[in-house]
């Protein structure tokens, strides 16, 4: 075993040992692949190109792809602040980031084994239940009435506004 393998095992992720089958190449992968059904997608899809000029997605996916390489791998190389981007987004709401961890859920699904796709959705789901607490305090409202997103609510029909 070489010293990067090594230290690589050592990586400890939310008390479990980090599967040696998530590297980069995999983020990329899934990131690349999240994307792209995101900026399909007839709900979310216009938030994100509204938010992304065409010619700014390649940095935007270098800098998610730093975002979960520093998440998961722990390599430090994501130094941004992704919240305020979302704090200015009107009307952005439950339904959205529900939509959100559907698409990154079956992205993952496809892409990972079971137990890296695992791994990024606890990730997700926790990201996505900080910025829906935080939106709600930056507009005012209730915090305590903000429950966390569970599996169980990606696997419900959609609701109809």
Same mark, same amino acid.
């Given at each position: +075993?070489?010293?990067?393998?090594?230290?690589?095992?050592?990586? *400890?992720v939310?008390?479990?040992?980090?599967?040696?089958? /998530? @590297?980069?190449?995999?983020? %990329?992968? *899934?990131? &690349?692949?999240f994307?792209d059904?995101? %900026?399909?997608?007839?709900? *979310?899809? !216009?938030?994100?190109? &509204? $938010?992304? $000029?065409?010619? @700014?997605?390649?940095? &935007?996916?270098?800098?998610?792809?730093?975002?979960?390489?520093?998440? /998961? /791998? %722990?390599?430090?190389?994501?130094?941004?602040? !992704?919240?305020? !981007? &979302?704090l $200015?987004? !009107?009307?952005?709401?439950?339904?959205?980031?529900?939509?959100?961890?559907?698409?990154? %859920? =079956? #992205?993952?699904t496809?892409?990972?084994?079971?137990? *890296?796709?695992? /791994?990024? +959705?606890?990730?997700?789901?926790?990201? =996505?239940?900080s910025?829906?607490?935080?939106?709600?305090?930056?507009?005012?409202?209730? #915090?305590?009435?903000?429950?966390?997103?569970?599996?169980?609510?990606?696997? $419900?029909?959609?609701?109809?506004?």
């Open positions: +075993m070489n010293e990067a393998s090594t230290r690589r095992r050592s990586i *400890v939310d008390g479990k040992l980090l599967p040696d089958l /998530l @590297d980069e190449d995999m983020i %990329r992968d *899934v990131v &690349h692949g994307y059904e995101i %900026r399909r997608d007839d709900l *979310v899809g !216009p938030i994100f190109n &509204h $938010a992304i $000029a065409p010619g @700014d997605w390649p940095r &935007h996916l270098a800098k998610m792809c730093d975002f979960w390489s520093a998440t /998961l /791998l %722990r390599t430090g190389r994501y130094d941004g602040r !992704p919240l305020p !981007p &979302h $200015a987004i !009107p009307g952005l709401g439950e339904e959205h980031f529900t939509r959100w961890l559907t698409l990154f %859920r =079956a #992205t993952v496809r892409l990972c084994p079971p137990e *890296v796709a695992r /791994l990024f +959705m606890e990730r997700a789901m926790r990201i =996505a239940h910025f829906r607490l935080a939106i709600a305090f930056s507009r005012g409202e209730d #915090t305590l009435s903000v429950e966390p997103i569970t599996e169980r609510d990606l696997d $419900a029909p959609e609701r109809v506004a």
